[in-house]
Nanobody, 127 residues
Framework: QVQLVESGGGLVQAGDSLRLSCAAS????????MGWFRQAPGKAREFVAA????????YYADSVKGRFTISRDNAKNTMYLQMNSLKPEETAVYYC????????????????????WGQGTQVTVSS
């Protein structure tokens, strides 16, 4: 069983930055691609960013390109999401998730391809 625990959320003003962390349990973290998703009240969960098992490739939703950076430290079993220039419309619960299947990254934007999820961390951006 894999456990994912997000942290780093909070209340910030528009234009501010936050860094989210996702700590994973187990010894297989380095074999799996990982992703960040977010869900605003009344809306579907949406893809934010994904990263391959080695960290060599990253993928972003168009809405966050150039402002968000996904990274990982396999030695620490941790993934990060650096969020800059935050906007009020990005207020949401942010989730990290593990892409199902070792060494696989296809369909990274679809929630159904992820098998483990964290509990989420709230990010609130005030205007």
């Amino acid at each position: 069983q894999v456990q994912l625990v997000e942290s780093g959320g909070g209340l910030v003003q528009a234009g501010d930055s936050l860094r989210l962390s996702c700590a994973a349990s187990g010894r297989t973290f380095s074999r799996y691609a990982m992703g960040w998703f977010r869900q605003a009240p009344g809306k579907a969960r949406e893809f934010v960013a994904a990263i391959t098992w080695s960290g060599s490739s990253t993928y972003y939703a168009d809405s966050v390109k150039g402002r968000f950076t996904i990274s990982r430290d396999n030695a620490k079993n941790t993934m990060y999401l650096q969020m800059n220039s935050l906007k009020p419309e990005e207020t949401a619960v942010y989730y990290c998730a593990r892409r199902r299947g070792e060494y696989s990254i296809s369909n990274y934007a679809y929630t159904g391809w992820y098998d483990y999820w964290g509990q989420g961390t709230q990010v609130t951006v005030s205007s």
